[in-house]
């Protein structure tokens, strides 16, 4: 599940592996404490089997097995737990204490107490039992004593030692969490103070952020921010820009056409209303051309729309945009050409590709003089499809080649009529399908454009 607070997310992160070792520690903490209480029950009872088993003697033939008190005393802990206990024997006969309390399996033989655990009378029990010398016997004879307990106070202990220590983890486990939200909170302010520089930043203020006051872990998060707001302040001053020249671009067509119109209405003769009216025309063309341009233009730019991925057949692509615009070569007289040399297939939007093709041949069209000639050539390799258009009309300096990318840029003293954002177009295209345009001159003396695609 998705937590929205990165505070909660911290916290969570940093209390449950906390929690957890807390309650490895716990477990460690109850396993000590039932150590702790089982070596000192054990040492009582070894306490106890010593103390009976000292005092039992013979004298003058006859074993005297008396129990005394302080062996049975010592287990008074104030948790009523009840003492049980016998002397046997080396030859099994019982001396004194109860006959049927359970005996180790086997019997001790040396004098080192044996532990064990069993039930007597409906409880579990404690017991030690211990093979210790007779005193006063000359044959070596052994007596065998053992001495039981419940285990009320064993229990009692094991809570007392246990609880204790689950207290003390309890209170650190809380203690660490106030002190973690108190650090978050101290941590996460450059950060909530990061947010507020950007919030009270004005509609256009984007201007960088300060990055000296924020931690060196914000730092790359304040340049990711500064750099993007770079890039949208870029595009803002480039979108302004786009609009002021297509503003002016469009003001001399509509300017012109309205004083076409506007003569056609007041002229009364005939030949010059029909002169006006074709201008009025030829404005209207041009001023759809143009906004067929910019349309184009803003579709190609990055982020303008989803783009498709399809497989685009140059020589197809060049073939259609040729026949489209054989009408204009024909009126221009220039010999339009297209040259195949092998398959060249990429990958893109086709209908942009397309359109890219035709600002290519209808500015080489346009550029060319009467009588010239433009030159298609599409072309393949391993790693490229090329599309190249070469015509003979005046070219563009080598110096001017850079500017001729920019937008509504026109080579100073150049022929014919021209928007200057058809080579516009076809960088947003190209650089939007991962290739290349190439600008040089034609064998014929003109321009000559080469678009280098990766090939599919």
Do not use: C
């Not at 950007?198 to 060196?216: N, T, W």
């Not at 080579?423 to 000559?448: K, N, Q």
């Amino acid at each position: 599940m998705r937590m929205d607070s990165l505070r909660l997310q911290l916290l969570r992160w940093l209390l449950l592996p906390l929690a957890g070792l807390v309650a490895v520690n716990v477990f460690t903490s109850w396993r000590q404490a039932s150590a702790t209480a089982d070596l000192v029950t054990d040492r009582t009872l070894d306490a106890s089997v010593r103390a009976i088993a000292e005092d039992v003697r013979i004298d003058r033939g006859v074993i005297d097995a008396i129990v005394p008190p302080v062996a049975l005393e010592m287990f008074d802990t104030g948790h009523r737990d009840r003492v049980f206990y016998r002397v046997d024997t080396s030859a099994g006969r019982l001396l004194t204490g109860y006959p049927d309390l359970p005996l180790p399996e086997p019997l001790p033989k040396a004098s080192a107490p044996v532990h064990f655990t069993g039930s007597y009378r409906g409880s579990d029990l404690r017991l030690a039992a211990l093979s210790y010398p007779l005193v006063g016997a000359t044959d070596g004879a052994r007596v065998t004593v053992v001495v039981g307990v419940t285990l009320a106070g064993h229990a009692a202990m094991v809570r007392e030692l246990w609880v204790g220590n689950f207290g003390q983890q309890l209170i650190l486990l809380v203690a660490a969490g106030v002190l973690v939200i108190i650090g978050l909170g101290r941590g996460l302010a450059p950060l909530m103070r990061l947010r507020e520089a950007v919030m009270e930043k004005g509609r256009d203020d984007l201007s960088p952020l300060p990055d000296h006051a924020v931690q060196s872990e914000l730092r790359p998060l304040v340049a990711a921010l500064n750099t993007y707001m770079g890039r949208v302040a870029g595009q803002m001053a480039a979108q302004r820009r786009f609009v002021a020249n297509a503003a002016h671009q469009l003001r001399t067509p509509l300017a012109l056409l309205s004083t076409q119109v506007a003569f056609a209405r007041r002229t009364g003769e005939a030949a010059e209303r029909a002169e006006a009216l074709a201008g009025a025309e030829e404005s209207t063309r041009r001023l759809a051309r143009l906004a067929a341009q910019l349309l184009t233009l803003s579709r190609a730019e990055p982020g303008s729309r989803r783009p498709r991925d399809e497989d685009i057949d140059l020589a197809q692509s060049a073939r259609q945009v040729l026949e489209g615009l054989a009408h204009l070569a024909v009126e221009r007289d220039i010999d339009l050409g297209l040259d195949v040399n092998a398959p060249a297939v990429t990958r893109g939007d086709g209908a942009m590709m397309r359109e890219a093709v035709v600002n290519l041949v209808e500015n080489a069209l346009r550029y060319t003089p009467r009588g010239g000639t433009v030159t298609v050539t599409v072309e393949g390799t391993a790693d490229e499809a090329v599309l190249v258009v070469e015509d003979s009309g005046p070219g563009i300096p080598p110096e001017e080649r850079d500017k001729a990318f920019e937008r509504f840029y026109r080579v100073p003293g150049t022929p014919g009529e021209g928007s200057g954002i058809g080579l516009s177009i076809v960088r947003e295209v190209v650089d939007g399908a991962g290739g290349r345009l190439l600008l040089g001159t034609a064998a014929a003396g003109g321009l000559r454009v080469e678009m280098r695609l990766p090939a599919a």
